[in-house]
T-cell receptor, first 113, second 115 residues
Framework: QQKVQQSPESLTVSEGAMASLNCTFSDGTSNNFRWYRQHSAKGLEVLVS????GEKEEGRFTAHLNRANLHVSLHIREPQPSDSAVYLCAVSPYNNAGAKLTFGGGTRLTVRP | GALVYQYPRRTICKSGTSMRMECQAV??????VAWYRQSPQKTFELIAL?????????EQNFTQEKFPISHPNLSFSSMTVLNAYLEDRGLYLCGAGTGNNERLFFGHGTKLSVL
């Protein structure tokens, strides 16, 4: 069964400093990887989706996937206090899995002004 | 644009009663719909995945008898929490996907409180 783990559990950075979040997964055949943000027990906001090794940038958010190392990371450039939220890594098990995702436990990011 | 609406946004029910929540996909065909639960202080757990032309598949620890799901067409799904108790509290999220797995949309969720 797929296991998705995120680190660190919480992270505090100063406004403008790069924030880096990590996610490891157990199934090397996993196909799709997504980073979401959740503000205060609300719904999910998709930040970036990545399907192949390498980098994918969406605005200030960059995901980096290394399937061989079972690792996907998220880097937030110039974070602002409004970026303070829980960041969730989600993995799809195989192609055409539809809406099936396994979520990590989340990283709570706090951005200090 | 593509959107997923969930309602109600919040609901409170008495212990032992049932509560139905709905999910509406707008602007795309929801060939798959997944229902998730985020219990307090936890991450999202998949309850079940419904794919058009396939049986609804429930994850371990979740059953159709407790969480019956309907997915009658490509724009609508509903789930009922039967006999809700304290451990059923949480945020229930509907995720809808298109067949090629490249596009996936979430609603804002239904927050369930149980008294």
């Amino acid at each position: 069964q797929q296991k998705v783990q995120q680190s660190p559990e919480s992270l505090t950075v100063s406004e403008g400093a790069m924030a880096s979040l990590n996610c490891t997964f157990s199934d090397g055949t996993s196909n799709n990887f997504r980073w979401y943000r959740q503000h205060s027990a609300k719904g999910l906001e998709v930040l970036v989706s990545i399907f192949s090794d390498g980098e994918k940038e969406e605005g200030r958010f960059t995901a980096h996937l290394n399937r061989a190392n079972l690792h996907v990371s998220l880097h937030i450039r110039e974070p602002q206090p409004s970026d303070s939220a829980v960041y969730l890594c989600a993995v799809s098990p195989y192609n055409n899995a539809g809406a099936k995702l396994t979520f990590g436990g989340g990283t709570r990011l706090t951005v200090r002004p | 644009g593509a959107l997923v609406y969930q309602y109600p946004r919040r609901t409170i029910c008495k212990s032992g009663t049932s509560m139905r929540m709905e999910c509406q996909a707008v602007g795309f065909q929801a060939t798959s719909v997944a229902w998730y639960r985020q219990s307090p202080q936890k991450t999202f757990e998949l309850i079940a995945l419904s794919t058009v032309n396939s049986a609804i598949k429930y994850e371990q620890n979740f059953t159709q008898e407790k969480f019956p799901i309907s997915h009658p067409n490509l724009s609508f799904s509903s789930m009922t929490v039967l006999n809700a108790y304290l451990e059923d509290r949480g945020l229930y999220l509907c995720g809808a996907g298109t067949g090629n797995n490249e596009r996936l949309f979430f609603g804002h969720g239904t927050k369930l409180s149980v008294l």
